[in-house]
């Protein structure tokens, strides 16, 4: 689902559209993760993974999770850099209720990270791929509230650091602190238009809370659009121009302005002349 053709180049640029839960949100996310076994990341990971699912019409997204690294127990004392990817192909099933998701992407995770080993380089290697190709999307959560202050007599403390790179072409990251959960879309703005981000952060937003108040509606109600983003998008279709309409149509006219009353297309028992196809195109 892009907004505009992928770039032979890309400018590395990222952009943002915050995300902030509070309290009450919070709360709801809890209490589902108590009662379907799991915890606040996971219930937002499934949330997160049914959205791209349909965002992206894909019943089995490919999720990027970064995990922790340090599987041995001698590397705890050690300093350094010890993150790991690890691809999570999660099979959505609509009709499952929040409730059963949940759980479900539970077991994923659980037993991806019981064979988290393989470092995603080799992973990476061994397919000949690149990480985008492996998978479409990342989510990222920290919890942060029990991080130690001091390392010793060394006192520290956490400083954001703005990332305006875009190693993805959407990520969703968030942290949990005592004041509660925030973070964001990350997104590549040469493949995304910001309103179809803020509409992308609005459905998650929407997904959450009805998703956390009726968990056992199924996924394809939870899902479904409201009709003030329906209305939405209908007027940003309106306003944003189709990337790179004019070159095809005027590509189509050239080719067909002698020949439009000649057949150009035949479909089963279909067929389409050269000025039935500029028709078509113009209505696009």
């Not at 703005?162 to 879309?185: H, K, Q, R, T, Y």
């Not at 929407?206 to 939870?222: A, H, I, S």
């Not at 439009?260 to 089963?268: C, E, T, V």
Request: aromatic share 6%; no cysteine.
């Amino acid at each position: 689902h892009l907004d505009r053709p992928r770039p032979q180049v890309g400018s590395g640029k990222a952009a943002t559209d915050a995300v902030a839960l509070d309290a009450a949100q919070i709360a709801r996310l809890q209490d589902l993760a108590r009662r379907t076994g799991s915890t606040t990341s996971i219930v937002l990971l499934a949330a997160y993974a049914a959205l791209m699912s349909q965002w992206m019409d894909e019943p089995m997204p490919t999720i990027g999770l970064p995990v922790r690294g340090r599987p041995a127990a001698e590397l705890e004392g050690v300093m350094g850099f010890f993150n790991n990817m690890l691809p999570l192909r999660l099979p959505v099933d609509l009709s499952l209720s929040m409730t059963d998701w949940v759980r479900r992407v539970r077991k994923e995770v659980t037993d991806a990270i019981a064979n988290q080993d393989g470092p995603f380089e080799r992973i990476s290697q061994e397919l000949n791929l690149p990480a985008g190709a492996i998978y479409q999307a990342l989510f990222n959560f920290q919890d942060v509230r029990a991080r130690q202050t001091r390392w010793g007599g060394l006192q520290h403390e956490r400083i954001h650091v703005p990332l305006d790179g875009a190693s993805e072409d959407m990520n969703l990251w968030l942290v949990e602190e005592a004041s509660g959960i925030s973070g964001g879309f990350k997104y590549d703005p040469d493949l995304f238009l910001g309103p179809s981000v803020a509409a992308l952060r609005d459905r998650f937003a929407r997904l959450l809370d009805e998703g956390t108040r009726f968990p056992e509606q199924p996924l394809t109600r939870l899902l479904a659009p409201t009709a003030e983003a329906l209305a939405r998008l209908a007027t940003q279709a309106a306003a944003e121009p189709v990337p790179g309409a004019e070159a095809v149509r005027s590509r189509v006219d050239g080719h067909w302005r002698s020949r439009s009353g000649d057949i150009a297309l035949r479909q089963g028992d279909g067929s389409w002349t050269g000025e039935d196809l500029n028709q078509a195109l113009a209505r696009v």
